[in-house]
């Protein structure tokens, strides 16, 4: 970059690892305090944290309770913490910013439409059948109880999915203008009602999702599914969990912004432009994860953080038709996270009445939360 180590010079400072939860958490509490006093970094790098209930257990982290540096990044957003960035992404140096996906980049726009945070990854997940063995016998896309309800045993495993099932189910979680959860309690049942339904229904009929030519009924389309993605891999038709209202929810993997109080706003985005730009994600460690926010990114010859991982052609293809579905994307708030854990619990109760508390008890959990945010 021209001027650096001349006229300014890029200092780091990074968060303790996870197995230093305690000293982590507390440097986060410092971080947001010098944020909200005008003070701390000129530019964040982040990715708010979420491990399943299995992996907390395995790893000890679940009697620490691990924070994220902001547990909804919308709020941060309202509170001015970070600077609206359009007048210098119009003159940026380094990146194609309309080559990134724009249903994505929206979730780091304001209620005035400016470009706040700058998402930088983000998750997508889909299930894979192969070509040779499946077509669907539906019109797609259709919403998530169709899926369930739709006869066609390999729409129901879609509909029934394999991770993170209610919380992609929904057209958004959280209404950001009225500060209250956009769906109902009600609504919430039902679904965990329908997925456990249909999943005790192929138990009892002894189905396999492999039966019907499906591959994995739920995966994170990115790098770190390698096993089931790359230019050697077999050709898929690819088939999301829709949610409720058709479309596809995704969520935001790392996310970048500027501080409102920095001294140096030119110099600061020109290192946030060049960390966005396709030279930097086909060679940085932060997007050796998630699918990078270039459309071009994962195929041919861009291949992401050094990796030598790319779709091929047909799977790329795939990709691309079900990134254009995506009408609803969200970050790793409190709320999505009581709606992954819900569904370990809901998955495993034993009757109805258990079932009802289940979803009685997250939903309230999910209120206080926004009360408190």
Known sequence: MPGYKESFDIQFEYLPTFDSASERNTEIDRLRLDLMQDKGPDIIICQNFYMDPQELEWTGLSKT????????????????????????????????????????????????????????????????????????????????????????????????????TVWDAFGGQIDYQKGELAFSEEELLRICRQIAAARKGKETKDEHYNDVGCVVPGVSIGPQSFSFFGANCPEYIMIPAYNTQGGVTASVGVYGAVSRSTAYPEEAFAVLDKLMSLDAMKTLDIYAADMPVHVDMCWRWNCPAGLEWRLSEWNFAQYAALREQINVVDYMTPVNRELMDLWYQADAAEDEAQLEKLVHDSYTRMRMILAES
């Open 65 to 164: 309770g691990l924070k994220s540096i902001f547990n909804i990044p919308q709020s941060a957003m309202k509170q001015r913490l970070f600077l609206p960035l359009d007048g210098y992404i119009a003159n940026a140096r380094y990146t194609e910013w309309d080559k990134l996906l724009p249903a994505v980049m929206d979730a780091g726009k304001d209620e005035k439409g400016r470009q706040v945070i700058v998402p930088m990854t983000y998750k997508v997940n889909t299930s894979l059948f192969e070509k040779e063995r499946y077509a669907p016998s539906g019109k797609l896309p259709m919403s998530r109880e169709e899926l369930l309800n739709s006869g066609d045993p390999a729409l129901e495993w879609v509909g029934i999915s394999r991770w993170e």
